[in-house]
């Protein structure tokens, strides 16, 4: 069952960038929550050469509705030319947390 709720996974180089964006994501009521996850390692295709970078992964819970504003927000706080912003439906959950997240992100 489809929900109005919505995970986006967002990489950053840095833990600022990531602290940056998700303090600005969740003050804006864009999002209930941002996750910080280090130690990734991504390994990509860049300008015609395969990259290999460190990053971190931000993990944000939100709803579909405000996902262009959320979108935007992050482009604007974003240094890479093109970040990696996938948003990913939420089939179903604690419905208690999904009640906290509706009342925490602003429609």
Request: charged share 25%; hydrophobic share 40%.
């Amino acid at each position: 069952m489809a929900t109005p709720y919505i995970t986006v996974f967002c990489t950053v180089p840095d833990e600022k960038t990531a602290e940056s964006i998700a303090y600005a994501l969740v003050e804006s009521r864009l999002a209930a929550c941002c996750n910080i996850i280090p130690g990734l390692r991504s390994i990509y295709f860049w300008q015609g050469k395969v990259q290999d970078d460190a990053e971190l992964l931000l993990v944000i819970k939100s709803k579909k509705e405000v996902f262009s504003s959320l979108k935007e927000k992050i482009k604007s706080l974003h240094p890479y030319e093109v970040p990696e912003i996938l948003a990913l439906p939420v089939d179903s959950g604690n419905s208690e947390y999904l009640k906290w997240l509706d009342e925490n992100v602003e429609s």
